[in-house]
């Protein structure tokens, strides 16, 4: 894979941008179709831009822009119809879908706005069978919840938990493989300023440890706090 530099990724351990030579994650020329009746929807259109260890970005744009078939493709859960998407080097798309998973499994977590969690298990056990369905022990989940700080609420479902406790526990599933990559789809959307603000310094943190971070949000307070920001509009990559 070639050395690509990214513009402001963090080093670990430090608020400051770094320069970091290698991309974790890669997505060129991304286009992506759907058909609605006779009318063609261009969801991506060339979408092109590489990701870092370390730095967190922000996707903006509005409703329909493409950012959520973005991350879907992305993390391996949607094929692009053109173009590639490579993690650590390694093509994931235009794969099966068992080496899709398998590198989903090994590179990804993935966080979204509701979804992470199993609503007939507790916080504790859905940290349990994140990585059975993943292929492996690869985090305790009760170090992870630890770190988060909601580990009192382990043995509570999500419909106990507030909004910020949920995003935490969501975080911590999306963290059990520990990823390289981080996609995290509007997991803010829903939360007061505190919580959201709780919530992108636990991604900020992620970022000093290292993990690349792509966050799709339509809130201004991500935009602020991520190192970069691209904007979607129509498909297209504008910023």
């Known amino acids: 894979m070639d050395a690509v ?15 970091i030579e290698e991309s974790v994650l890669q ?15 261009q969801a991506l259109r060339g979408v092109s831009f ?8 922000a996707v903006t744009g509005p409703s329909g822009s493409g ?8 993390a391996g859960l949607d094929e692009p119809d053109g173009g590639t998407v490579r993690i650590h080097g390694n093509r994931l798309s235009h794969q099966s879908e068992p080496v899709r998973a398998r590198l989903r499994a090994r590179w990804i ?4 706005q509701s979804g992470n969690l199993f609503a007939h298990l507790t916080v504790a056990q859905n940290l349990q069978l994140a990585p059975r369905l993943i292929g492996g022990d690869r985090r305790s989940g009760a170090e992870l919840l ?3 700080g909601i580990d009192h609420r382990a043995y509570a479902y999500p419909g106990q938990l507030s909004g910020g406790e949920l995003a935490r526990a969501g975080l911590a599933v999306a963290l059990a493989n520990d990823p390289a990559v981080l996609l995290a789809d509007e997991p803010t959307g829903e939360l007061d300023r505190a919580s959201e603000a709780a919530v992108l310094d636990l991604l900020a943190d992620r970022a000093d ?10 809130s201004p ?19």
């Open 50 to 57: 590489t990701l870092s260890a370390g730095e967190v970005v």
């Open 146 to 148: 630890a770190e988060l």
């Open 67 to 74: 950012k959520s078939t973005l991350l879907a493709c992305l």
């Open 209 to 218: 440890r290292g993990v690349a971070v792509l966050v799709a949000s339509h």
């Open 221 to 239: 307070a991500v935009a602020a706090a991520a190192d970069r920001v691209l904007v979607l509009t129509d498909g297209h990559l504008t910023g």
């Open 5 to 19: 530099t990214a513009p402001h990724p963090r080093a670990p351990g430090s608020s400051s941008p770094q320069p």
């Open 109 to 112: 977590g993935m966080l979204f």
């Open 27 to 41: 997505a060129r020329e991304l286009y992506r179709f759907f058909r609605a009746g006779d009318e063609e929807i």
